[in-house]
């Protein structure tokens, strides 16, 4: 610990330490007070050659200070210039070339990217130092081993003493001095930091440079330099490069009000963009509602015209604050700037800048103004800001007509705001329970936006809104599907919407891009009930994309639309594998084809799927799909088990498995479907037989969800509802997705005059009831679930208000 302590106070009493610290502190304080002297004599924005030139002599002292620090520890000059050469300009080089990196990363990556970035600095800062270290004392003979921890061990110290600790500490300095108007906090702020960084660097430069060296002991030094060869130097001319790109890109760049102005209408609605989808909803709305007013301001400008902005809007609105009293007080501009600053509508660091110009402008000046004056520039020089202000809005009217046509189209980003607005709300107003259901898109707003897609073919924009709004609105009855307008014009936006997808981007999209729009494209025409457009669209995109959902979907829409052949055809070509769906189409397609021996044998192949699949659940729910196609009569297909053959029967029936599937399906429905029934049983019997059977079918495959379903559709007939409820709740532990399961659910609760519960079923059936790509519609599942729902509601409702009334119900 003694010899630690003498160590650092060596590090602290060399000579050269209080020519480090001057480095530091030109690189780091004297920027900032050059600017503010030049701010304060100038009294207005700097411009970018000022701002340029006090950062590059500002680089120049602390290069100055630099070598009388080597020099104070080498000795001679000549050597001491030698190894300012070869070691100080990496390390200047590092620090700026880092900065860049840091900032370069963190535009793009964010928090993330700027922590990289750092890393990346750090690691160039410290193999900096290791150059200072060999230009000081030449190459030291130690093993590769050591050199390389000594090398990792310097770079360590540079990320953690000079970017990890001093951001550390910066943040605290900034903590104390926040809120500070005075314009020596910020430099006071910086001398702080200057002081923790020097106290954290001074050590770890005598770790990678050692001791200092005699005059005497460089002689022989210097002779080896000047025999060595231009290698020592290519560093050197890296450094210089470094320095030079630095010097480009740090270049404070004179951006023109146009592309200001661009810049800042992108930001901002960006911003509403993510406060929208953050849930900010009113705060994203309000927004763009400046945004759209800020807008026609700007072009009634751009024409000449005259702007009646209101003194409110003139408070609320810093940009609508300017456009004032640029376009309506020609004659009294600073008087109105002034009015605006002392009220405290205005305190925008360009509209302050605006009012140095303005004050420059003006022949004499009031002590009253003057002060304000002072004030303004002491606020600025505290917040570091010395260059600022606004375009002249006359002047540069004509010439922002580009921006004001690209910010306008803005105004389509407001109306896309406030449907989504919309979509995000999804709540329902006049009753005492909560009723959160759907994603709140109505018809009115699906309407709203197939009419603007309509009348904007070409905007691709309003024709994905329009798609992604019919998609995802509430339906609250499935009466309206065959009469729903938006059905038959959706067709036609979604068509529109793909051909704009595909010309503005072109072969710049990627595959899964080109995926993702092919899919949401079948679901619009699978949920608008287009199956015949569905099929063709799909057989159209398999030669391109060979993709399952296309393929599944494809096979569903050529089977509804009794395309059997084709359905036949493209599932005999899909690869099976774990896959149960291509051997449900084959087997639902020859079936409908009356090709009983090859449906039989798919149907085998299915049960088989079911029983020994490691994952059973798509292959249960497809057998029980096929199973309604075999018994139950529909008003579009008939009943094909009376058809089926002894030989057909016996075959069917040949796996214990699928026989008892089959008597378990027939006997729960019999007493709706009695007239088809394979069994002859009574109504009782039938359902003892189909509880027994399911259980059959449960004991050789536990795993499944529809025998459950089936044996609780029996247990529901027999009114044993509390045993049924049990059996529906299995079900539903392994298919969890199926609203017919949770509309039998509801049922069963209705009859317990369990309300709570049966409004939950209800609800969950209402959310996961879509009508296309189901395979079980054969019972019009869905058609009545609102009104099941609100009847629940109401006895729920009827309830609550008899316990507050103290009664019973």
Excluded at 243 to 252: D, E, G, K, N, T
Excluded at 483 to 506: C, R
């Amino acid at each position: 610990m003694r010899k630690f302590g003498e160590y650092v106070r060596a590090a602290y009493g060399c000579f050269s330490a209080k020519w480090i610290f001057g480095a530091l502190a030109a690189l780091s304080i004297l920027p900032n007070l050059i600017k503010t002297i030049l701010l304060c004599i100038t009294k207005e924005s700097l411009g970018t050659g000022a701002v340029f030139f006090a950062d590059l002599l500002c680089v120049v002292c602390a290069s100055a200070f630099a070598f009388f620090a080597i020099r104070s520890a080498n000795g001679q000059t000549k050597q001491a210039a030698v190894i300012w050469v070869k070691g100080y300009l990496p390390c200047i080089a590092a620090l700026y070339g880092g900065e860049i990196l840091i900032e370069l990363l963190g535009g793009h990556f964010g928090l993330t990217g700027k922590i990289i970035g750092c890393a990346a600095a750090g690691i160039l800062l410290g193999l900096s130092f290791h150059l200072l270290r060999f230009a000081m004392n030449g190459k030291v003979k130690r093993k590769a081993g050591r050199e390389i921890v000594r090398i990792g061990a310097t770079i360590l110290l540079a990320i953690v003493c000079w970017y990890l600790l001093p951001y550390l500490f910066g943040l605290g300095v900034r903590a104390v001095f926040s809120g500070n108007k005075v314009w020596s906090a910020k430099l006071v702020a910086g001398l702080l930091n200057t002081i923790f960084r020097w106290t954290l660097l001074m050590p770890v430069l005598k770790f990678v440079c050692g001791k200092e060296r005699q005059p005497e002991s460089n002689e022989e030094t210097l002779q080896t330099e000047n025999k060595k060869s231009f290698l020592a130097y290519i560093p050197v001319c890296a450094s210089v490069a470094v320095l030079l790109i630095s010097a480009v890109l740090l270049f404070p760049q004179t951006v023109s009000p146009a592309d200001r102005l661009k810049d800042e209408y992108y930001s901002r609605t960006n911003m509403a963009c993510y406060n929208l989808l953050g849930g900010n909803i009113i705060t994203a709305v309000n927004e763009y509602s400046d945004i759209q007013r800020e807008l026609e301001v700007w072009k009634s400008v751009a024409d000449g015209g005259w702007n009646d902005i209101s003194e409110q809007e003139i408070a609320s609105n810093p940009m609508l604050a300017y456009l004032d009293t640029y376009t309506n007080h020609t004659e009294d501009r600073l008087e109105a700037m002034e009015k605006n600053y002392t009220a405290g509508y205005i305190k925008d660091t360009d509209y302050c800048f605006e009012m140095l110009s303005e004050y420059k402008k003006a022949d004499t000046l009031t002590a009253e103004q003057k002060n304000r004056r002072t004030e303004i520039l002491t606020n600025l020089a505290a917040n570091g800001l010395f260059v600022g202000g606004l375009p002249d809005v006359k002047e540069k009217a004509a010439a922002m007509a580009d921006v004001i046509e690209n910010a306008a189209s803005y105004r389509n980003s407001f109306e896309y705001a406030e449907l989504l607005a919309k979509m995000r709300v999804g709540v329902r107003n006049g009753t005492n329970i909560a009723d959160s259901v759907g994603t709140g898109i109505t018809y009115s707003i699906v309407d709203n936006a197939i009419e603007k897609a309509l009348k904007n073919p070409e905007d691709f924009v309003w024709n994905y809104i329009a798609v992604m709004l019919y998609n995802n609105q509430d339906r609250h009855t499935l009466y309206l599907t065959s009469e729903y307008s938006a059905d038959f014009q959706i067709l036609t936006v979604v068509e529109n919407f793909e051909k704009q997808f595909e010309k503005q981007l072109g072969n710049d999209i990627t595959k899964e891009e080109q995926l993702g729009i092919k899919k949401l494209v079948m679901q619009t025409y699978l949920r608008a009930l287009a199956l015949d457009k569905c099929a063709d669209y799909g057989l159209e995109a398999l030669k391109s994309l060979d993709n399952s959902y296309i393929r599944e979907n494809t096979m569903y829409a050529l089977l509804k639309t009794g395309r059997y052949d084709e359905c036949l055809k493209l599932a005999k070509e899909t690869e099976t594998g774990t896959n149960p769906a291509p051997i449900y189409y084959a087997a639902a397609a020859t079936l409908e084809s009356e090709d009983f021996d090859a449906s039989v044998e798919y149907a085998l192949e299915l049960a088989k799927q079911a029983k020994l699949s490691e994952y059973p659940k798509k292959a249960d729910e497809l057998l029980h799909s096929w199973l309604a196609l075999l018994i139950v009569d529909t008003e579009t297909t008939k009943a094909k088990y009376g058809q089926l053959s002894e030989v057909q029967i016996s075959r069917l029936e040949s796996d214990a498995f699928l026989k008892n599937y089959l008597e378990a399906y027939a006997n729960a429905y019999y007493s709706t479907y009695g007239g088809h029934s394979v069994y002859g049983d009574s109504y009782t019997a039938a359902l003892d037989k189909a509880i027994a059977a399911a259980d059959r079918v449960l004991s050789e495959c536990g795993e499944l969800c529809y025998p459950y379903y089936l044996k609780g559709v029996a247990l529901a007939q027999q009114e044993k509802f509390e045993d049924a409820v049990s059996a529906y709740k299995k079900a539903i532990e392994y298919k969890s997705d199926d609203p017919m399961i949770w509309y039998a659910l509801y049922s069963a609760y209705a009859e317990l005059e369990d309300w709570e519960n049966a409004y939950t079923a209800a609800e969950i059936a209402i959310g996961q009831s879509p009508w296309f790509n189901y395979y079980n519609d054969y019972e019009g599942i869905g058609i009545h679930m609102y009104s099941y729902r609100d009847r629940a509601k109401a006895e729920i409702e009827k309830q609550h208000e008899a316990s507050q009334k103290g009664g019973n119900e």
